[in-house]
């Protein structure tokens, strides 16, 4: 249920963490006129992903940068956890980043290994409002409800209860 088909029909998706794609052909598949663009780091998923998108006729714009709050570079960290996660410290993988190209009512997917506690704060600071947010929140249980409290102090509601106890969670949130 973490990317079933929003009520609102949105012109533009962004695909942050893009992976090889299966969101983007999920919301290519329910809004086949909008515009998409996947934000992917990894080499070996962006061949995938460009082969998926050209298969499944989607002319999706594919960055091949992770989603930050400013652009830099930060270090993937696979190893440390089931999920991973990037920060600014070496070693890692370097990650080259930039901010996420976000406009009003466009449906805003994150998936980005705990970058959304930088990227979303980002977003709303600069007063864009997606008109809906599907997100994979990292850290859950240490800091994911200061993201809920975020987005309901920005209008937002909760498709469902947002549950604190998790590692690792997906909420969908809405513009009221």
Request: include cysteine; proline fraction near 6%; charge should be negative.
């Amino acid at each position: 249920g973490a990317y079933s088909r929003p009520h609102k029909t949105p012109d533009f998706i962004v695909d942050g963490g893009a992976n090889i794609g299966m969101f983007s052909i999920l919301a290519h598949a329910y809004f086949p006129a909008a515009k998409i663009i996947c934000y992917e780091p990894d080499r070996n998923n962006l061949a995938q992903l460009e082969k998926n998108m050209a298969v499944n006729g989607i002319r999706a714009e594919i960055v091949q940068k992770a989603l930050w709050s400013k652009e830099t570079t930060l270090f993937y960290h696979a190893d440390a956890s089931y999920t991973g996660y990037v920060d600014e410290n070496p070693p890692g993988f370097a990650i080259a980043c930039v901010t996420a190209h976000v406009q009003d009512g466009c449906w805003l997917k994150l998936d980005i290994e705990g970058g959304e506690y930088e990227v979303l704060p980002e977003i709303l600071a600069r007063g864009v409002r997606p008109s809906i947010i599907s997100m994979e929140i990292h850290s859950n249980n240490l800091k994911g409800a200061e993201l809920v409290r975020l987005l309901e102090k920005s209008g937002y509601r909760l498709q469902l209860p947002h549950d604190p106890k998790p590692d690792c969670v997906n909420i969908v949130a809405e513009l009221q």
